[in-house]
Nanobody, 124 residues
Framework: QVQLVESGGGWVQAGVSLRLSCAAS????????MGWFRQAPGKEREFVAA????????RYTDSVKGRFTISRDNAKKLVYLQMNSLKPEDTAVYYC?????????????????WGQGTQVTVSS
């Protein structure tokens, strides 16, 4: 059984930074691609970023490139999402997810375990 628990969300003003964390349980964390998704009110869940099992390869959606950084610590079973220069349009519930496959595809169908989400609210 795998559990993912996100933390670090909050209410901030535009322009500041937040770092989200995702704590994972289970033996296969270090061999899995991990991803972050988000869902804004009234919108579909969208891909934000993914990181390969070794941390060498990362992938981002265009709207966060240059502002967000995904990283991981396999020894601690943690995945991070550093979010800089936050914008009101970044407001959403952010989810951590474990990918079934070894590529960093943004397709949500390839992720099997999801956390409960952490709310990020950015005011202008």
């Amino acid at each position: 059984q795998v559990q993912l628990v996100e933390s670090g969300g909050g209410w901030v003003q535009a322009g500041v930074s937040l770092r989200l964390s995702c704590a994972a349980s289970g033996r296969t964390f270090s061999s899995n691609v991990m991803g972050w998704f988000r869902q804004a009110p009234g919108k579909e869940r969208e891909f934000v970023a993914a990181i390969s099992s070794t941390g060498v390869t990362t992938r981002y959606t265009d709207s966060v490139k240059g502002r967000f950084t995904i990283s991981r610590d396999n020894a601690k079973k943690l995945v991070y999402l550093q979010m800089n220069s936050l914008k009101p349009e970044d407001t959403a519930v952010y989810y951590c997810a474990r990918r079934i496959y070894s590529n960093t595809s943004p397709n949500a169908d390839g992720y099997d375990y999801w956390g409960q989400g952490t709310q990020v609210t950015v005011s202008s």
